[in-house]
Each structure stands twice: as C-alpha cells, then as structure tokens.
C-alpha cells in the first residue's frame, strides 16, 4: 500500500511509483504461490494417511485435504488479484500457468482422498 501512496506528481516520481507498484505486487504474489505449493504438499500427506493411516485417521486425513484444497483456491485468489494489476506479462502468464497447475493437482488430490476415505471407511457415498 505504500506504493500506491508515493508521489507522482512528475514523470520521474510516477515512474519510480509505478515501479514500487510492479514490484509490490510481485512479492505480494510469491507468498501466496508458496501457500499453494505447500498445500500440495499437505495434500500429500493426507492422501498418505487415508491410504495407510489407521482408519481412526481416515476423517482427519479428509478434512485436511478439504482444507488443504481451500488454500490452493484461496491463495489462488491473491495471486489472481495481483496478477490483474501487473505490467509484466510475461510473469503473469508464468503465474497463472502453475496456479493452474496447482489448481488441478488439488482437485485431484482432494478427489482421491475423498475416494480412498469413503473405501477404506466403508462409508456410504
């Protein structure tokens, strides 16, 4: 935000703004990407665990992939919000590209571990 609140009143002073702006907004984006990249990772794990977990784990193993998949959509959405505002395009398609990677490898992930929860826990679907 304090980007945005920089001077602009000559060229020189907009151009250096505009840059701060690019460069928040990079940064802003990255943390979020690392959110969704680790939420895979959970995902993972959760899968993990429905598989080989003692049944006991099964609701836990779940939930979290449930969640897990919530940050990757979430995440998503800052790094979507970011992107918007973005000059480079380069970037921005990079960003989007493995958002929606991400995205994909979540909804997979959540699917499977739904799948193997409901099996091993002989629930009904």
Known sequence: MAAYRLPQG???????REAAI?????GAAAVPL???RASIRALELA???????NTNTLTD???????????????????????????DQET???WLA????????????EA?????????GHLPS
Do not use: I
């Open 22 to 26: 690019q460069h928040a907004l990079a």
């Open 34 to 36: 690392r959110v969704a």
């Open 61 to 87: 193993a779940g939930s979290a992939a449930h969640m897990a998949r919530a940050a990757v959509e979430c995440a998503g959405l800052n790094v979507r919000t970011n992107a918007a505002n973005m000059t």
């Open 47 to 53: 899968q993990a665990v429905a598989e080989q977990g």
């Open 98 to 109: 493995e958002l929606a990677d991400l995205r994909r490898r979540a909804a997979e992930l």
């Open 92 to 94: 921005v398609r990079a």
């Open 10 to 16: 000559t060229e020189e002073e907009k151009a250096r």
């Open 112 to 120: 499977a571990v739904a799948q193997t929860v409901t099996e091993r």
